[in-house]
């Protein structure tokens, strides 16, 4: 079996070399950068499964290597983060970021999480293929693509899997922790703010208004609802 590549961007050695070896030892195999040059380098050239990436790099911010690989690839990205960088874990969130673990972390939480996102990238189930259709929104599962109105709509890995649950129960409310046990992980430990940060970018690029929004509803305190057809034929 081919062995995942894993890019770490990383400038602290103290993180950088046992993690690499924790890598290695779960069968990945582990490729490092400590610059925001040459992770975006290193990217470009070795094309990895998924990136580890550091929000604090010296010749520059994390995230900036983020917008890069959301320029050009939905390759999953999983955030390093300092406690307390609130500010940096939505902003990395919104700008595609797939999953973030908070400094100091373990190994094997850090891999078990690789290997989550990961499954989640590979796709729907084999079982789920065809359309799912709503109004205008039209979602190709075997594709892997979403249109609405025809024109394009570029979706992370996550929103894809959030609109996914949402349009297959269209009328229906979907609860927060079913959207959280499906789309992250069901020991899911941290903040649910993540859910409502990715609701959010979905909206957006949805063009719903969050104040009088035409797809995605707020049920508060219980989850969302994806209009039902009726809805938006009468909308």
Do not use: C
């Not at 070399?17 to 890598?23: R, T």
């Not at 929104?137 to 609405?148: E, H």
């Not at 899911?188 to 959010?200: A, E, M």
Request: charged content about 35%.
């Amino acid at each position: 079996m081919t062995r995942r590549r894993i890019l770490l961007v990383e400038d602290e050695e103290s993180i950088s070399e046992p993690l690499s070896a924790a890598l290695e030892r779960d069968g990945f195999t582990p490729l490092v950068a400590g610059t925001v040059a040459e992770g975006m380098r290193r990217f470009r050239e070795d094309r990895p499964d998924l990136v580890l990436l550091d929000v604090m790099l010296p010749d520059g911010d994390g995230r900036d290597v983020l917008r890069g690989i959301r320029a050009e690839s939905r390759t999953p990205v999983v955030m390093l983060t300092a406690r307390g960088e609130e500010t940096a874990k939505v902003a990395g969130l919104e700008l595609g970021a797939d999953d973030y673990v908070v400094k100091p972390f373990g190994a094997a939480e850090l891999i078990a999480r690789i290997r989550a996102v990961l499954r989640r990238s590979a796709g729907p189930d084999v079982h789920e293929e065809g359309s799912l259709q709503a109004g205008d929104v039209v979602m190709d599962l075997n594709k892997r693509t979403v249109t609405r109105a025809g024109d394009p709509v570029e979706l992370t890995l996550k929103e894809f899997e959030l609109l996914r649950l949402l349009l297959r129960d269209a009328g229906r409310v979907v609860t927060r922790t079913e959207l959280m046990d499906e789309v992250w992980d069901p020991n899911w430990y941290g903040s649910t703010k993540t859910l409502d940060v990715h609701v959010s970018s979905l909206r957006k690029k949805l063009g719903d208004d969050p104040a009088d929004p035409r797809y995605v509803h707020t049920v508060r305190g219980v989850g969302f609802r994806f209009s039902s057809e009726d809805e938006l034929a009468a909308g």
